[in-house]
């Protein structure tokens, strides 16, 4: 009970902030304050907000008969601070205003959660035949948030990026700045096997979209299989399950 009254409190706390975040926000608007810091203050409170309700979801394996609102409306809110962004600074780039980070992780968050809901739908083998469009269709935008999160910073050089160790320069070559990267790859790569193994390849749509979800896995299971093999070696990380799916007939076609 005590636990349950710690989390409600959270809650609480976490609308308050978001509800300060954008009165600041609106304040931004009329020029009182700096509206860019206000957008990246809203973003890290919305992630905040959202993190409640997903951590429920997630405890409670995603319930069937409300699950699916839930999520779309997770994903609405946490997209609230990039269209902002694109709405009052349409001619700049999200990730420089909320900052790439915040940015990143906004797209991680997205693609996370699919993933975990995809990943229990897929498991009830029911379940995922009642809903199999809908399941499509969220393998898809999470494969999508996922690849987004790559696109936020631009691949640095050797000049633009300071390191005396040629493994990080590496990493940073491939789009790898941190652990939750190198994750969502997998991520990616099991999205992309359930995609191909759900659709039905035999309709022309079908099968477009499977030859660009072949590519897009395999490349983020190759990726994530040169980094847990190379520079990442002995680091706590295993390419076996990236292997497995390679070898398996979705990506063999």
Request: hydrophobic share 30%; charged share 25%; proline share 2%.
């Amino acid at each position: 009970m005590q636990q349950n009254r710690t989390i409600t409190e959270q809650y609480g706390e976490k609308s308050e902030t978001l509800s300060k975040c954008s009165l600041m926000c609106n304040e931004g608007l009329s020029g009182n304050i700096s509206l860019k810091h206000q957008l990246q203050l809203y973003a890290k409170a919305m992630l905040d907000f959202t993190f409640y309700t997903e951590s429920i979801l997630t405890e409670t394996d995603f319930p069937e008969h409300s699950s699916e609102e839930k999520v779309r409306d997770l994903l609405k809110q946490l997209e609230k601070p990039v269209e902002l962004c694109q709405e009052l600074f349409p001619q700049e780039q999200v990730g420089e205003i909320l900052g790439a980070e915040i940015y990143e992780c906004i797209c991680w968050r997205q693609g996370a959660l699919l993933y975990m809901y995809c990943s229990t739908v897929n498991d009830d083998a029911e379940r995922r035949n009642r809903t199999k469009d809908m399941f499509n269709q969220n393998l898809l935008k999470g494969i999508h948030y996922l690849s987004k999160m790559f696109l936020v910073r631009k691949c640095q050089d050797n000049e633009e990026f300071q390191s005396n160790c040629q493994h990080t320069i590496n990493l940073i070559k491939k789009g790898i700045y941190s652990d939750t990267h190198l994750l969502s790859l997998m991520y990616k790569g099991d999205l992309c096997n359930w995609y191909l193994q759900s659709c039905n390849t035999e309709t022309s749509q079908g099968t477009d979209r499977s030859i660009d979800v072949i590519s897009e896995g395999r490349t983020a299971l190759e990726t994530f299989i040169q980094i847990t093999d190379g520079p990442l070696k002995n680091q706590g990380w295993s390419s076996e399950r990236a292997k497995e799916l390679l070898k398996g007939p979705q990506f063999t076609r």
